[in-house]
């Protein structure tokens, strides 16, 4: 490529009436270039005349290729690779082009090492494009990558295990700490909400475990566990009254449950239930209770708050495992306590503690009603909770209904006429 010109060409020539011989050209002249440029052409013209006047004349065409354009290489922009500690890649690959040739793909080196940054979590590798053409025209390109390399855990401040300043304490929704890592700036971070890990011997102090658990960007972890103990008062936790209900049941009053003489004015919580689903609980002590709810046991405590530092108070709710209507037929906590016949469709009748209609398989219950003085004012057999205080003697109030007052019950529960259970108590009528 580029080559000079020859001065001449050289030939023979020969003749009928001489001997001939050597004959050079003249020193040509230019004769135009290929469509792309790429080549030239040159006209070299030989000339001889013989003693007698008789000449010829011969002309050749020489070319040369004539690039003098260095070729061009795309760019590879400088780059990160996207996971961290990541090898580093072979080679990388771009494409070339050249004024006189079609170009095509080319690779680059294995690259060579470019440092790594101040904090030592970044290193740089140089990746070079070389190329030459044909007529020895070349062109360099270089590409910086880059990648994330951290193989170093994070590390939590420890959180010393403690014990919470008073007795029968809430535990806390989580613990925060801090954390710090080699490759980033650390920060605050909160522990899970903690499990159950036990008590202490005599059951006075309740102990949970908290976890911390950090992954940095490059899925170093380190996990950190805190015990916390709370004061359960000097009986750890007193075992309070059991229930089963329906999982259709509605309202349901966790105080019932309390044993008597318990201190009032705490608080409820729930402990423990099936796959820990939660139940809100009213600040009266109120549980709603839905047919969605997974049966078994749910156990909640009730904390008095007492300065005194009583022990919890632990009651046990069972939701049955039948789909409701459930087998359960005799709940004794509903049976009515007031009685305003009304109208307004709240206590307007006397709840004997059963479903209406009647369930199968379940007792009838039958009814008595006295009042103060022992007289029996009503009395139903296979009662269906659907009397509202009247009575057919106008001599114990008057248009029908029972005059406001205390009056006592019986209750007899009977199935195929043997009596299953008797419960007797007293209910307040308010009719004005």
């Known amino acids: 490529c580029n080559a000079d010109w020859p001065e001449f060409l050289t030939t023979s020539w020969s003749d009928n009436c001489s001997d001939g011989g050597e004959l050079e050209s003249d020193n040509g002249i230019e004769d135009g270039t290929s469509e792309d440029g790429c080549i030239q052409y040159r006209l070299y013209t030989f000339t001889i005349s013989d003693s007698c006047g008789n000449t010829d004349t011969e002309t050749t065409r020489i070319a040369r ?66 190329i030459s053409d044909s007529c020895g025209n070349s062109a360099m390109a270089e590409t910086l990558v880059g990648r994330e390399i951290d193989m170093t855990n994070p590390e939590i401040i420890d959180l010393d295990d403690f014990t919470l300043d008073g007795c029968n304490l809430e535990w806390p929704e989580f613990l925060t700490t801090t954390y710090t890592d080699n490759c980033s700036d650390g920060g605050e971070i909160n522990s899970d909400e903690g499990i159950n890990d036990g008590t202490n ?176 004012i009503f009395e139903a057999q296979n009662y269906q909770n659907d009397w509202g205080g009247t009575i057919k003697s106008s001599a114990f109030g008057s248009a029908g209904t029972i005059p406001a007052g205390t009056y006592f019950y019986i209750l007899r529960y009977s199935t195929e006429g043997i009596l299953e259970e008797t419960i007797t108590g007293y209910f307040y009528v308010a009719t004005e």
Request: aromatic content about 10%.
């Open 65 to 130: 290729e004539n690039d003098m354009t260095d070729p061009e290489i795309l760019s590879v922009e400088d780059f990160m690779l996207e996971s961290c500690n990541a090898d580093w890649p072979e080679f990388l690959t771009t494409s070339w082009s050249d004024n006189c040739s079609y170009g095509g793909d080319i690779d680059s080196n294995s690259g060579e090492d470019a440092g790594e940054s101040e904090d030592g979590c970044t290193q740089y590798r140089l990746y070079t494009f070389t």
């Open 201 to 376: 011997d005599d059951g006075s102090i309740e102990y949970r475990l908290y976890t911390f658990t950090i992954t940095d960007d490059c899925g170093n972890s380190d996990t950190e566990i805190t015990r916390i103990g709370r004061i359960l008062g000097s009986g750890g936790i007193e075992i309070g009254g059991t229930v089963e209900l329906c999982r259709d049941y509605g309202e349901y009053d966790l105080f019932e449950l309390l044993p008597d003489g318990y201190i009032s004015g705490g608080t409820w919580s729930l402990d423990s239930s099936p796959d820990d689903i939660d139940i809100d609980i009213s600040e009266s002590g109120t549980i709603f209770i839905f047919a969605d709810l997974l049966p078994g046991d749910y156990i909640f405590l009730y904390n008095s708050q007492s300065e005194d530092c009583p022990p919890l108070i632990e009651v046990t709710v069972i939701l049955l495992a039948e789909e409701p209507p459930c087998a359960r037929c005799i709940e004794g906590n509903k049976i009515t306590t007031a009685l305003t016949p009304n109208g307004d469709g709240q206590n307007d009748t006397f709840d004997a503690g059963i479903t209406t209609p009647q369930r199968a398989g379940c007792p009838i219950v039958d009814v008595q009603v006295f009042n103060r003085w022992g007289a029996k």
